[in-house]
């Protein structure tokens, strides 16, 4: 099994030919980055037959106590900010189904919830124990409803998407013509990585060099620019981008005031999301 495909000379994202090594790390795999769209992506990209195999031994997070408040704030916010903009709800595609957290809020929302993921067993033990309307297999090869959703929902998912532009393009045709994207990943360039990054150039930062690629299974490599670029090329206007919440926990009133007036405003954290609507192409 080949471990990688061949690698890329032009960018994946915009098919640009000015693209250059920007970093590696630890793990010896290498990052470049697109100097038109913003673009980084691993280069040489991991090949399908490795990510089967890795994502077929695959075992996420046990959830904790701590973790499963984690979770639902984090849900209840992402829907927070869908509400904020989303008048009307309808019929909504969850792309990366996960543990079904998310596409069951939706739907105690007034949501009607279709869902996608890559694992069968997971996707049958939702269907049984939630009665959640998921699908598995050939992404492209399931019968979707076209031009029906009014939302289209990822959640942490297309940084791993090797074939990011092909999806948003299938998105685009099946979304309403006042349908709605909704992503979130994580932030390539937040204050901490980039602190990181420069002090990795400088070598004075040598331990699990560029750990925050996650490149054992992240393979492209967003920005809150570069993403709204990205989305704009292919039929979409971002209409809200701003960073994440993270949970509030314990914190004190004025803790919070600072949070929301100045760490929000002027610092990046380790995960953004984006909303945009469909525009015509």
């Known amino acids: 099994m080949n471990k990688y495909?061949?690698?890329?000379?032009?960018?994946?994202?915009?098919k640009s030919v000015k693209i250059n090594d920007y970093h590696s790390d630890y793990r010896e795999?290498?990052?470049?980055?697109?100097?038109?769209?913003?673009?980084?992506?691993?280069?040489?990209?991991?090949?399908d037959e490795y990510l089967d195999?890795?994502?077929?031994?695959?075992?996420?997070?046990?959830?904790?106590?701590?973790?499963?408040?984690?979770?639902?704030?984090?849900?209840?916010?992402?829907?927070?900010?869908?509400d904020n903009i989303i008048s009307s709800k309808g019929l909504m595609l969850d792309f990366g189904v996960g543990d079904g957290l998310h596409s069951r809020h939706a739907e105690n929302e007034g949501w009607k919830v279709k869902g996608y993921d890559v694992d069968c067993k997971a996707m049958d033990n939702l269907k049984e124990k939630f009665g959640l309307d998921v699908y598995c297999g050939d992404f492209f090869s399931i019968?979707?409803?076209?031009?029906?959703?009014k939302l289209i929902y990822?959640?942490?998912?297309?940084?791993?998407?090797?074939?990011?532009v092909k999806y948003l393009e299938y998105f685009h045709r099946l979304l309403s013509d006042d349908g709605y994207l909704y992503i979130s990943v994580p932030n390539i360039k937040s204050t901490s990585n980039k602190l990181k990054f420069?002090?990795?150039?400088?070598?004075?930062?040598?331990?699990?060099?560029g750990k925050y690629y996650d490149s054992d299974h992240h393979v492209f490599y967003y920005n809150p620019v570069s993403l709204v670029k990205l989305l704009e090329l292919n039929g979409f206007k971002a209409v809200l981008v701003r960073n994440c919440a993270k949970?509030?926990?314990?914190?004190?009133?004025?803790?919070?005031?600072?949070?929301?007036?100045?760490?929000?405003?002027?610092?990046?954290?380790?995960?953004?999301?984006?909303?945009?609507?469909?525009?015509?192409?």
Request: net charge positive; proline share 5%; with cysteine.
């Open 53 to 82: 195999d890795f994502y077929s031994h695959y075992i996420p997070s046990k959830y904790t106590k701590v973790l499963m408040e984690h979770q639902d704030f984090v849900v209840r916010d992402n829907f927070s900010a869908i």
């Open 5 to 14: 495909d061949d690698k890329y000379v032009e960018c994946p994202a915009c």
């Open 29 to 47: 795999n290498v990052f470049s980055l697109c100097g038109d769209c913003s673009v980084q992506f691993m280069n040489p990209v991991y090949s």
């Open 154 to 164: 990822l959640n942490q998912v297309l940084e791993h998407l090797k074939n990011p």
């Open 198 to 209: 420069r002090l990795e150039k400088l070598g004075l930062r040598k331990k699990n060099i």
């Open 143 to 149: 019968p979707w409803e076209q031009l029906s959703y």
């Open 247 to 281: 949970p509030k926990g314990n914190k004190s009133k004025l803790k919070r005031l600072i949070h929301k007036y100045i760490t929000e405003k002027f610092f990046y954290s380790s995960t953004f999301l984006v909303i945009a609507k469909k525009a015509a192409k």
